[in-house]
């Protein structure tokens, strides 16, 4: 279940003025929010890093693994590589046929931004998919030089550079495939001007706005609300040159970085 984006602006908005510490207006929120969103997405990485190190509890909902995974699980997708010029190209289409886009760029409209390879999956006329293994230069190269090693339809192997996939045997020119990771999408708590020119939530969320008056809700997992807003309050404290919000901010998140590792 994803976060609520008026909720967290409300609830920022709601701690900033409550002794007149300062207010955001939505364009900053939308930037700090979406800033916000992308740390704890990356902290999902390292954290993943730090359980596999240690042993994990067999009963259900308490594997931190498994919990980590499940709160990467709405930015996981795949498609179809493409092959041109002895290569594969990266999908330019998702599973839920949203256009993908790459280095950098900001999406917009029903694009998605890729964030990292998965699996490289081939898929032959007969017999059953095969994952094809991601080999380093060197060894890419090497293991071709013995019967013995060199890569088959049956065990493949690839090459990932510069964007494209170089996979061995030749012979494989299609049905490649691969899932990936995208990026959260950008938060925008849209609105329309009121009356007197305040801002009005509009909670339409059908596609993402190019007019800013159509929102986009956290893709985080909700037990990351109190987090984002913490982490959100902390940026604030910076905004508004409240040296006490970002003291107070600060501490809240590393006693919830504390209460993750203990």
Not at 103 to 108: L, M, S
Not at 191 to 207: A, E, I, K, P, R
Request: charge should be negative; include cysteine.
């Amino acid at each position: 279940m994803a976060i609520n984006v008026d909720t967290v602006y409300k609830t920022v908005l709601l701690i900033l003025n409550k002794e007149q510490r300062g207010y955001m207006t939505p364009d900053e929120f939308n930037k700090v929010a979406t800033q916000v969103q992308l740390d704890v997405f990356e902290q999902y990485f390292d954290d993943l890093n730090q359980q596999l190190r240690v042993p994990q509890s067999d009963y259900d909902y308490s594997d931190r693994q498994m919990s980590i995974d499940e709160k990467l699980s709405p930015f996981k997708t795949s498609g179809d590589c493409v092959f041109s010029t002895n290569k594969f190209s990266l999908p330019v289409l998702d599973d839920a046929g949203n256009d993908v886009v790459y280095g950098g760029v900001e999406p917009t409209g029903s694009q998605v931004a890729f964030h990292s390879l998965g699996t490289v999956i081939y898929t032959p006329l007969t017999g059953f998919p095969t994952e094809i293994q991601r080999l380093a230069r060197n060894e890419f190269y090497n293991i071709q030089k013995s019967p013995l090693t060199a890569s088959t339809e049956k065990f493949p192997t690839y090459l990932y550079e510069g964007g494209k996939l170089a996979i061995s045997p030749s012979t494989i020119q299609s049905a490649v495939s691969t899932s990936f990771l995208r990026k959260p999408k950008n938060i925008i708590w849209g609105f329309n001007l009121g009356s007197v020119g305040q801002y009005l939530y509009s909670s339409s969320t059908t596609t993402i706005p190019t007019s800013g008056k159509l929102s986009q809700n956290f893709e985080l997992n909700a037990s990351e609300q109190i987090n984002v807003i913490s982490r959100i309050l902390f940026y604030s404290g910076v905004i508004v040159r409240d040296p006490q919000v970002v003291q107070v901010a600060s501490s809240e998140i590393q006693q919830n970085e504390i209460n993750k590792k203990s």
